[in-house]
């Protein structure tokens, strides 16, 4: 089984997650799209979605499905989005694919938060992945500075301006032990807008796809 058909099995089991007659919050990446398919599927059985990302949201529309802008809607049940590590206690480093900011507000709306995985994003200790930093771009290097201090090898994903128009900086060479209080020293330094590590707000429920089925973690 491939690593795409494993995201699949893990976004198609969400659909359980999603209670019918409600908006739905949407995450960004492969995965998500995946999941966008599967809610498509049962359209006329939501009221529609809150989107992370300009991507999701054009992918949703294209399927037909109503797109709300999070300053309308006061509360929503269950946010929906991939990781690219997770760790037993539900800690995520997320933001590969650069809509990070968007991601953390969506989720922190949201009453739960199931993250679908293929079984390759589970770690025992989160760092691998390079940390995704979302930053103001006047504070590229000051804020590289900052992040080298914190023991940390900060590269300029050149290619890429986020959908806030602001850059990312992947912070390599981390040995993340302590996820909450790393994302808040992140957090601290001036020009950043959000860092990737989703630890104060964690996962609830995790989704985990593999060659045998899906695995539920709560
Ligand atoms: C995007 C994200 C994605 O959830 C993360 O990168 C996982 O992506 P994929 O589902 O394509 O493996 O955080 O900013």
């Given at each position: ?76 049940s269950v946010y ?84 806030n128009g602001n ?43 593999g060659p045998d ?6």
């Amino acid at each position: 089984m491939t690593q795409d058909e494993m995201k699949k099995r893990a976004a198609w089991a969400a659909l359980e997650f999603v209670p019918r007659h409600s908006i739905v919050g949407v995450g960004t990446g492969s995965t998500v799209n995946h999941f966008i398919d599967a809610l498509a599927s049962i359209k006329e059985q939501i009221k529609g979605a809150v989107s992370s990302s300009i991507a999701s949201t054009e992918k949703m529309q294209a399927l037909g499905i109503a797109v709300f802008d999070l300053n309308d809607i006061d509360s929503f049940s269950v946010y929906v989005d991939g990781a690219d590590e997770i760790n037993p206690a539900r800690h995520m480093i997320k933001g590969g694919g650069a809509a990070l900011t968007r991601e953390k507000i969506v989720a922190a709306v949201a009453e739960q938060f199931v993250c679908i995985v293929d079984a390759s994003k589970e770690v025992a200790v989160l760092g691998k992945f390079p940390l995704p930093v979302e930053v103001i771009p006047m504070a590229r290097n000051y804020v590289a500075r900052e992040l080298q201090k914190l023991g940390g090898r900060p590269v300029w994903r050149e290619a890429v301006v986020t959908d806030n128009g602001n850059i990312i900086l992947d912070v390599h060479d981390l040995h993340i032990t302590d996820a909450l209080t790393l994302e808040q020293q992140i957090n601290q330094i001036t020009g950043v807008v959000c860092n990737g590590l989703f630890a104060a707000r964690a996962a609830d429920v995790v989704l985990v796809g593999g060659p045998d089925g899906t695995r539920v973690i709560k």
